[in-house]
């Protein structure tokens, strides 16, 4: 079974920070590449960061040096630490586990100016 589950979003000011969490299922947890993505209202959904089976991140440009994805192998987590938030980070984040081509629930951001 695959399941993908996000938390830790939330509301905060511009300039503050969030994580958040996606919990995985066994199978979802052991693919290739992990990902987290975003959509704005009104835009499309759009790949924040990812990660591979070996712990190698990549970032979408606008928002290298700010956010940070790991992998806890332990819990069947991947995180994404948020720092430095501006308002244009506001969207729904979603976990994706592009091998079986699913979906998390998804957990709304919101970044206050």
């Known amino acids: 079974q695959v399941q993908l589950e996000e938390s830790g979003g939330g509301l905060v000011q511009a300039g503050g920070s969030l994580r958040l969490s996606c919990q995985a299922s066994?199978?979802?947890?052991?693919?290739?590449?992990l990902a987290w993505y975003r959509q704005a209202p009104g835009k499309q959904r759009e790949l924040v960061a990812s990660?591979?089976?070996?712990?190698?991140?990549d970032y979408a440009d606008a928002v290298k040096g700010r956010f940070t994805i790991s992998r806890d192998i332990r819990r069947r987590t991947i995180s994404l630490q948020m720092n430095s938030l501006k308002p244009d980070d506001t969207a729904v984040y979603y976990c994706?586990?592009?091998?079986?081509?699913?979906w998390g629930q998804g957990t709304q951001v919101t970044v206050s100016s």
């Open positions: 994706h586990a592009p091998f079986y081509s699913y």
């Open positions: 066994s199978r979802a947890f052991n693919t290739k590449v």
């Open positions: 990660i591979t089976a070996g712990g190698s991140p």
